[in-house]
């Protein structure tokens, strides 16, 4: 027996079958980046649609506060807050365990020629939009989404003609199942908001129309005299009268400097947050379905940066 040739013969069919598993397995690689390729595509897709969600309603919103001084009086086809309200219901589903949408005011802008005194961002959970993400959506979807960069930088650009540093909603009551009373406070709020900025800057009271009825309602000040939107807010949403709301106010700040004065912390950022979580409150109370300004939010988003 040549057991050299018998090894030569060994060798030359090992290194044949080597170069056809070599082959299986650059073959299973290729199909292997190919599905994750696939997934990360569809994956990318799906944020993708959640995020023209999130900008849909800030386009919705941005317009509702511009446009609210024009329209009064004005018979429409469509009603832009039934719009917002369609939008939410969608924005409800998105698969987060926190249902808060955000918006909320950055000032250092990355990446793109966006100024810092509109450098906004807008988040549900994990999913989010501002400048830079809407410029790589226009990139990677070409003349369909080009628009994008353009109407994000003129709504975020309302928002700060607002004066609005961050909005925060709970959508967990936004589904397509709405209660009417929801809907109507949540109507309310988007009022109080549209005219809060011009009537504390012409010192005047806030005056809108709902149906037929026309209401008035004067900005409400905090414990130190300055006017807060969001106490105006509760006022208007419960149907507060002026005297009431401003004595649960003073009351309030009162209660407030006797804990500052005490050790131990003080769980409690402002009156308006203090009168929406106290027990013998919080139960009278409701809390808006909006919150505009809120520091806690602000500093919460400043911290997990």
């Known amino acids: 027996m040549n057991i050299t040739g018998g090894q030569t013969m060994l060798d030359d069919a090992a290194e044949g079958l080597y170069r056809e598993l070599e082959g299986i397995d650059s073959d299973f690689a290729e199909a292997a980046v190919r599905r994750s390729d696939d997934s990360l595509k569809a994956e990318s897709e799906k944020l993708d649609q959640w995020r023209l969600q999130l900008m849909q309603f800030l386009f919705q ?19 832009p807050f039934e719009e917002l309200v369609e939008t939410l219901s969608v924005l409800s589903q998105v698969p987060a365990f926190d249902k808060s949408l955000m918006i909320r005011y950055r000032g250092f802008p990355t990446g793109t020629v966006v100024s810092a005194e509109h450098d906004y961002v807008i988040s549900i959970g994990s999913i989010r939009v501002d400048a830079q993400i809407a410029a790589a959506m226009a990139h990677r979807h070409g003349i369909t989404m080009s628009h994008l960069p353009t109407r994000l930088d003129q709504s975020f650009r309302i928002l700060s003609d607002q004066s609005i540093t961050t909005l925060h909603m709970d959508l967990s009551a936004c589904s397509s199942g709405m209660t009417a009373l929801v809907r109507a406070r949540l109507r309310r709020a988007f009022n109080i908001v549209s005219h809060y900025h011009q009537a504390v800057k012409t010192g005047d ?39 009431i709301i401003s004595s649960i106010v003073q009351q309030v700040g009162l209660w407030m400097q006797q804990l500052e004065s005490t050790p131990g912390d003080n769980p409690f950022v402002s009156v308006y947050d203090a009168i929406t979580q106290i027990k013998s409150l919080a139960g009278k109370v409701t809390r808006p379905p909006v919150e505009i300004n809120h520091i806690k939010w602000l500093s919460l988003e400043q911290n997990q940066q």
Request: hydrophobic fraction near 30%; glycine fraction near 10%.
């Open 61 to 79: 919103f941005s317009g509702y506060i511009r446009d609210t001084r024009f329209r009064q009086g004005i018979r429409e086809d469509s009603d």
């Open 205 to 243: 009271n806030l005056t809108f129309r709902e149906g037929a009825r026309t209401i008035t309602l004067p900005p409400v000040a905090d414990e130190n005299g300055q006017p807060d939107i969001n106490l105006t807010l509760v006022a208007g949403i419960n149907g507060l009268q002026p005297d």
